[in-house]
């Protein structure tokens, strides 16, 4: 009988399984390992259906990551909604601790500049990126300069020769 229906199925459409829905109202299905009506052996897949059709762009945090690792194959078995609950309050709980050791840290901090045992950070302002050709060297002004034998042009200046 199963297999009647599952001809059926098959014949009028994609054969889906709803697996489970995300807090974020995205909904997750499993399409089964099936025949297709020339004999052809088609692999099982897993699909996402957003909950937003008309967002095409991939957000950080759009997913969570128990549902993502399900997506992608690394685990078997879909999340449940206990595992979900348990690892966001997990999440909350590290980041509180995070913050809680930041203070603590700031606070410690202080208190060491105020007792002069470290001494004060100096912020240095670096221009430009350290990826890119000009980083640390110097540069030059809009309008030029000309004291005694040094000449600086103004927004142009000739290339090394190499």
Do not use: C
């Amino acid at each position: 009988m199963s297999r009647i229906v599952g001809l059926f199925r098959r014949t009028f459409g994609i054969v889906r399984d709803h697996v489970g829905t995300d807090h974020f109202g995205n909904k997750y299905y499993i399409i089964p390992e099936q025949k297709t009506w020339t004999g052809r052996l088609v692999r099982a897949k897993r699909i996402i259906e957003a909950a937003n059709p008309a967002e095409f762009e991939y957000t950080v945090g759009s997913i969570p990551t128990e549902w993502d690792a399900w997506i992608r194959g690394r685990r078997k078995e879909p999340p449940s909604i206990e595992e979900l609950l348990k690892n966001e309050s997990y999440r909350k709980q590290i980041k509180l601790k995070a913050k809680e050791v930041e203070e603590k840290d700031l606070a410690l901090q202080a208190k060491e500049y105020e007792e002069g045992l470290v001494a004060t950070p100096t912020r240095t302002l670096a221009t430009g990126h350290a990826a890119s050709t000009s980083f640390g060297k110097q540069e030059f002004s809009e309008e030029p300069t000309s004291t005694a034998n040094t000449f600086q042009p103004g927004s142009w200046a000739p290339n090394p020769k190499k």
